[in-house]
């Protein structure tokens, strides 16, 4: 098909560098005309145009002041001009996803233009980025209806199958979490159901989804444009952590630190990225063993990463998350893994990236704390074994990270879902 065909992405986050989402959806677009992507999205950031330059952006707060008849300016932007200074309200709960959903389904927000843009640009498909907001499931089906034109899902996530209240709440908002759950889960079964297909971040979520729905499927890993990094000179054996400290991640890199401290008083863990509270930064600060470096640029990731011996990706073993967590897949695994450099993942072993790591011997995975004294001490006085894991890792990432190809292949799902819909 040489025609083109316009793409409308929604979802919470904008195609960005900054965050994992944005990257991931930036990568599956590689290539394709940005004057035929559009994004409407939520979350204040200022986003990439490398494969978009139209774009809709209405905060939360915005939409909450147009249900109140308040003045607002949505952003229809074509420019990388800073977004309006409205963010995301914290203290999510299933009371106030509830208020939320309410807002957005009013439609109140639309009255800025956002109807005359969706008709100025004038979609062939919609994608949609599934998260737990199920306005967002709501207003593709509509959009898609009126404008008859296909929907493709991109799911990273498994809130559909979540029948605790995962925001930990208490009080009301803990007693309105079932009806919360019965309105999230209708709206997501309508989409898929009206879905051409749902595109998976891992086969194990893909099955638990095909095993609910039955519904077309297919499981496109997270992509990297990263090649195998150059080792840099450095002192001393260097350990890192770069990435989210948030789902109770702060709880297993401070095991790793202790643990380095018992080896050698001379053992950190270099920790990168943003501190999520106060509490959990002073945690952290209490052991002797972590050394954090705040938040880094994507590009000074890069550098990071070539001083470093050891690669870290930590999930949490508490019981909440262990549950939660089953079909987790961390964005920044094929980064990791297309580096070249010493992969270490500790985490519990029904976690879906470690048993993707194992299976494919793609980098050391420890599954208890018993062991992480004995591979922490093997990586930091063998480089050898450091490399033991590396072929197997680029392998992989040739076979299912491939960016170029990964994007390719999502492209011509998009293109078939056109075709088979004007077909009909």
């Known amino acids: 098909m040489n025609e083109r065909i316009k793409v409308l992405v929604l979802g919470n986050e904008c195609f960005s560098n900054s965050n994992s989402n944005g990257r991931t959806l930036k990568n599956f677009f590689l290539g394709w005309p940005k004057s035929d992507i559009a994004q409407f999205y939520i979350h204040e950031a200022n986003p990439d145009n490398e494969v978009c330059e139209n774009y809709f952006q209405v905060s939360d707060q915005q939409a909450l002041y147009a249900f109140l008849n308040k003045n607002y300016s949505p952003k229809a932007s074509d420019t990388t001009d800073k977004l309006p200074n409205a963010r995301t309200p914290k203290g999510r709960n299933a009371l106030t996803m509830l208020a939320r959903t309410i807002i957005w389904d009013s439609g109140k927000w639309k009255k800025s233009g956002f109807n ?99 519904k077309p499927s297919r499981t496109i890993y997270t992509a990297t444009e990263m090649s195998e990094l150059r080792n840099v000179d450095h002192e001393g054996f260097v350990v890192s952590y770069l990435g989210n400290m948030g789902v109770g991640r702060h709880r297993p890199l401070i095991e ?103 299976n494919n011997q793609a980098a050391y995975v420890v599954n208890d704390r018993s062991r992480l004294y004995d591979v922490l001490a093997e990586l930091s006085s063998n480089n050898a074994t450091r490399e033991r894991y590396k072929e197997n890792a680029l392998r992989v990432v040739k076979e299912n990270h491939n960016a170029k190809k990964n994007a390719e292949l999502f492209q011509e799902i998009i293109r078939d879902a056109v075709r088979l819909y004007r077909s009909k």
Request: charged share 25%; hydrophobic share 40%.
């Open 256 to 358: 790793i630190g202790e643990t380095l401290q018992m080896i050698s008083k001379d053992y950190h863990l270099d920790v990168y990225g943003s501190v999520p509270s106060k509490e959990i930064e002073e945690q952290l600060k209490a052991c002797n063993g972590i050394r954090l470096k705040g938040f880094v640029s994507y590009e000074k990731v890069i550098e990071v990463m070539e001083k470093s011996d050891v690669l870290v990706h930590a999930e949490d073993f508490e019981p909440f998350y262990r549950k939660g967590l089953k079909r987790a897949f961390s964005t920044k695994i094929a980064d990791t893994l297309a580096s070249g450099k010493c992969f270490l993942l500790y985490a519990p072993e029904e976690v879906a990236c470690a048993d993707y790591l194992k």
């Open 116 to 214: 005359n843009w969706i008709d100025s640009f004038s979609p062939n498909v919609i994608v949609v980025q599934a998260g737990d907001s199920p306005f967002i499931f709501k207003l593709a089906r509509l959009i898609s209806t009126k404008k008859s034109i296909p929907i493709v899902i991109y799911n990273s996530e498994n809130f559909y199958f979540k029948d605790y209240d995962y925001f930990r709440s208490d009080g009301v908002a803990h007693l309105m979490y079932p009806l919360f759950k019965v309105i999230f889960r209708r709206q997501l079964r309508l989409l898929i159901r009206k879905a051409y297909m749902s595109i998976y971040i891992c086969e194990k979520l893909e099955e638990d989804y095909k095993i609910a729905f039955n």
